[in-house]
């Protein structure tokens, strides 16, 4: 039997407030989005921009809890996970239609506290466990650097 790897890795800020719910045996479940950024340069203006993805997470369970209780739209998370694309009738026209998520398994809370958030030392994250610092000190990589 061979193996395959189904893993996702974000770092991206949210564009709304979680949604949450409940099965019926009462596991939480929260369903949200995340918008990220590609800069690259623009073909046409040849001027350096930000192309946004958007992409929608659902963590379960202790995970989905800690999302209601801490995120916000706007706060920056770091997220890992997998794949998940679900297959469905459109009721209008018939047609057959695929929506793909992330199922969140991993949560890092990046950045500050968020507004309206308590300052308790039994916060799951600080600004310490960001794996991806804001400081740009590396070396600038320019198209020339690029091999390909």
């Known amino acids: ?7 996702v890795i974000l770092v991206g800020n949210l564009t709304r407030d979680p949604e949450m719910r409940y099965t019926g045996t009462q596991t939480a479940i929260a369903k949200l989005g995340i918008a990220t950024n590609e800069s690259r340069k623009d073909q046409e203006s040849g001027e350096w921009r930000d192309f946004p993805e958007y992409h ?8 989905a809890e800690i999302v209601e209780k801490y995120l916000k739209k706007g706060a920056k998370i770091y997220v890992e996970g997998r794949l998940r ?3 469905y009738e459109d009721k ?3 047609a057959t239609k695929y929506s793909t998520e992330v199922i969140g398994s991993e949560l890092l809370m ?14 799951p994250s600080s600004t310490s466990d960001n794996p991806f610092p804001e400081d740009d000190s590396g070396p600038g990589l320019t198209d020339d650097d690029v091999p390909f």
């Open 1 to 7: 039997m061979s193996k395959s790897v189904n893993k």
């Open 56 to 63: 929608n997470v659902t963590y379960f369970g202790k995970l």
């Open 85 to 87: 694309t679900s297959k």
């Open 92 to 94: 209008n026209t018939g």
């Open 110 to 123: 990046l950045g500050g506290r968020q507004e309206g958030q308590q300052s308790n030392d039994s916060s």
